[in-house]
């Protein structure tokens, strides 16, 4: 079944020991409309930060309870590259930066 993006943002983000934030948006390629990250609203409303989650870390979406379910700790979550105030962004750097997250 299709689905548009902007249905899924506001899905609850599980992270592999808890449940931390929600989606805020996608970042997607312009040539070939990849899917590049999962930008997650992370934190409160007085310390509220999107950071970028690479489709790499995705487990499972759970179309009933509206929740995508990351291969992720909420630490990792948390410590993901931010979403920067450009609009492009250095695909090579944030791939590394996505894979030291991965070895904590």
């Given at each position: 079944?299709?689905?548009?993006?902007?249905?899924?943002?506001?899905?609850?983000?599980?992270?592999?020991?808890?449940?931390?934030?929600?989606?805020?948006?996608?970042?997607?390629?312009?040539?070939?409309?990849?899917?590049?990250?999962?930008?997650?609203?992370?934190?409160?409303?007085?310390?509220?930060?999107?950071?970028?989650?690479?489709?790499?870390?995705?487990?499972?979406?759970?179309?009933?309870?509206?929740?995508?379910?990351?291969?992720l700790t909420?630490?990792?979550?948390?410590?993901?590259?931010g979403e920067?105030?450009?609009?492009?962004?250095?695909?090579?750097?944030?791939?590394?930066?996505?894979?030291?997250?991965?070895?904590?």
């Amino acid at each position: 079944m299709l689905r548009s993006l902007k249905d899924l943002e506001g899905y609850a983000v599980a992270a592999t020991d808890g449940e931390l934030g929600s989606v805020a948006d996608f970042l997607v390629e312009d040539a070939g409309w990849t899917c590049r990250y999962l930008v997650v609203r992370t934190g409160t409303f007085f310390d509220e930060r999107d950071v970028l989650i690479s489709p790499m870390f995705f487990r499972k979406v759970e179309w009933g309870s509206r929740a995508f379910h990351l291969a992720l700790t909420c630490k990792q979550i948390r410590e993901s590259p931010g979403e920067g105030t450009t609009n492009t962004i250095e695909v090579t750097s944030l791939e590394e930066a996505m894979a030291k997250v991965a070895e904590k």
